[in-house]
């Protein structure tokens, strides 16, 4: 069975300071795995996601990830924390295989940025 | 371009009413979801529809029903509301891609429901 662990509750950086959000994925066979980011009161929306094309995976807002198969982590990193990325990420993976596309979610992260 | 669209938006409900959610998208997708969204859990799927005509059960379907009234709209209903179902709910949608999974889902704004 898949399943996805984000490693931190919560994550507090300083404004222009490096972003690390981790996550690790079980799953049995090669999986798709995204970052969504759901701002206050928001929906959630796409960051980036990885299809098994290149390991290091670019996003919007500056955000990027690399999928690392021997140590089945995905962790979303930023260079520089900006006030409006203050949200909750959720690390994703999709169970491979089927013509579903069912989303299995970890229990979120949620970074505040102190100016 | 509205995307994907819930009404509504927020809702109080007292225990052993009823009530159903609407979403519609504009997207041409052809698989629609319900999700709810409980502090500390993550999202977690209640019913999916791979496509018009067909619904499955995602990993919390008890209490819930859904119908797939055409390609654009897919609703849940509450039946007999409990305050466990208050929570914060969304649609979300998705092509399907060739591979059939890996495929984005873009979700709505979310419905608060509250049941006293």
């Known amino acids: 069975a898949q399943s996805v662990t984000q490693l931190d509750s919560h994550v507090s950086v300083s404004e222009g300071t490096p972003v690390l959000l981790r996550c690790n994925y079980s799953?049995?066979?090669?999986?798709?795995l995204f970052w969504y980011v759901q701002h206050p009161n928001k929906g959630l929306q796409l960051l980036l996601k990885y299809t098994s094309a290149a390991t290091l995976v670019k996003g919007i807002n500056g955000f990027e990830a690399e999928f690392k198969k021997s140590e089945t982590s995905f962790h979303l990193t930023k260079p520089s924390a900006h006030m409006s990325d203050a949200a909750e990420y959720f690390c994703?993976?999709?169970?491979?295989?089927?013509?579903?596309?069912?989303?299995?979610f970890g229990t979120g992260t949620l970074l505040a940025v102190q100016p | 371009n509205a995307g994907v669209t819930q009404t509504p938006k927020f809702q109080v409900l007292k225990t052993g009413q009823s009530m159903t959610l609407q979403c519609a998208q504009d997207m041409n997708h052809n698989s629609m979801y319900w999700y709810r969204q409980d502090p500390g859990m993550g999202l977690r799927l209640i019913y999916y529809s791979a496509s018009e005509g067909t619904t499955d059960k995602g990993e919390v379907p008890n209490g819930y029903n859904v119908s797939r009234l055409n390609k654009r709209e897919f609703s849940l209903r509450l039946e007999s509301a409990a305050p466990s179902q208050t929570s914060v709910y969304f649609c979300?949608?998705?092509?399907?891609?060739?591979?059939?999974?890996?495929?984005?889902?873009?979700f709505g704004p979310g419905t608060r429901l509250t049941v006293l």
């Open positions: 994703v993976v999709t169970p491979s295989g089927g013509a579903t596309n069912k989303l299995i």
């Open positions: 799953s049995s066979y090669s999986p798709s």
């Open positions: 979300a949608s998705s092509p399907i891609s060739l591979q059939g999974y890996g495929d984005t889902q873009y």
